[in-house]
């Protein structure tokens, strides 16, 4: 068995022996160690979330003082107490009303986006459709997200990429590329911390040149194939 191969099995017997839905679970534990994103009662977001790996994690960082809000269009079990699960389309013009709701009123400390779509095996599509998801998680965070807040989000690595980095840095004082342990070397995944949010988030690339030339044509969202991978 090959290294890589002997690794991804390595943590899917770690989730299954752990009662974790997915093997994700250790990149996000790994994340944190390494960032201290979570603590007792921190209130976390988490889009993108089936089968509810990262979730879990969450809510048992932030123990029952916290909050954990997971949203994605798969339904997903319940996981404990601390825990909202939304079945909502992030492009939707009602999902900031049903985060801020079950936040009551409040802002995250952390939101989160393990976020894939419906892979196509046409790499060039498949990874635009993943980097528009991101920014459209980025799109989200102004009125979820409260100022010194901070940021997950994983983001395949391609011609894109440079463009999503640098929209993050415009919207974080801080921004660290990383990729845990639990990801494997050969996968194209990234993982994107943003530390200390400003507040505010840049237009898209998209919009700007939109509104300088608002007869060019514009492409069709990719979110009705939005689908979380739960072996990732």
């Not at 250790?26 to 960032?35: G, P, R, S, T, V």
Request: charged content about 25%; some cysteine; overall charge neutral.
């Amino acid at each position: 068995m090959r290294l890589e191969e002997a690794k991804r099995d390595y943590y899917r017997r770690r989730a299954k022996e752990e009662g974790y839905r997915s093997r994700a679970a250790f990149k996000l534990k790994q994340l944190n160690n390494k960032y201290q994103l979570m603590r007792r009662g921190s209130k976390v977001v988490d889009i993108g979330a089936a089968p509810g790996g990262w979730t879990q994690v969450s809510s048992e960082l932030v123990g029952n003082v916290g909050q954990v809000i997971g949203i994605d269009l798969e339904p997903i079990k319940a996981v404990s107490k601390n825990t909202i699960i939304l079945l909502e389309d992030i492009t939707s013009s009602t999902v900031v009303e049903s985060i801020t709701n079950a936040l009551r009123g409040n802002k995250a400390d952390l939101v989160l986006a393990d976020l894939s779509p419906k892979l196509s095996g046409v790499w060039d599509m498949d990874h635009y459709k993943q980097i528009d998801l991101c920014n459209s998680a980025i799109d989200l965070l102004p009125p979820i997200l409260k100022n010194g807040g901070s940021s997950v989000m994983k983001a395949f690595d391609g011609d894109e990429f440079q463009g999503l980095v640098k929209r993050l840095k415009q919207s974080f004082e801080r921004v660290e590329i990383s990729k845990p342990n639990a990801s494997r070397k050969e996968s194209s995944e990234m993982y994107l911390v943003g530390l200390d949010f400003t507040g505010q988030v840049p237009k898209r690339h998209s919009e700007v040149y939109q509104s300088l030339h608002p007869s060019g044509g514009h492409l069709d969202s990719a979110l009705s194939d939005w689908h979380e991978n739960p072996a990732t």
